[in-house]
């Protein structure tokens, strides 16, 4: 049976559609479909960027190459000045991989910005060193230098982050239903 092919009315298409721009794909077939793709492209993108920006403003500020999600667990290490054990930072990240925090936290170690203090499987926590503390207040204060001077200067964009951060939030947990949904019901 042959599939119908579904045009997108011009009111439905994106704000920047222009003329020989088409949006349809396996993955935007309809409206809700273009504008939900059109989000996930520039999370994708946002992520990527956001964790370039994470690596070079860690980089000027120590010696590590380490990647936006090493950068991030190592703020949140940091983050109200208490130990954290692994399952607080897959928590806290949202993450569920385990050995990848694991080597991250030996990156960290290694790097003298994270300790690892206790023993056991429930006795581990792991907290910034007097470097670490360095790294990040340093790393604090080239972001608001930069990155949080730049979103200053555009009109109107606190507002914006505020609803951008509710839409993310909202959708992170559409994101997480939809995964249990279809982790229940795959086949084989």
Known sequence: MARKNIQIQNDAAPDHAGPGIDYHWHLAQGPAEVDTTELEFALMRCFEGFGRWQSECLASVCDLAATGPENAMLHVIR????????????RLTNRDDVPNIQYSLRKLIGAGLVLRRGSGRSGVTYEVTEEGRRVTEDYGALRRRLLIQAVA???GFPARLAEATRALNLLSGIYE????VAATHRRG
Do not use: G, Y
């Open 79 to 90: 983050m109200n000045d208490r130990p954290k054990t692994i399952k607080d930072l897959a």
């Open 153 to 155: 200067n555009v009109p």
């Open 177 to 180: 239903e939809i995964s249990r």
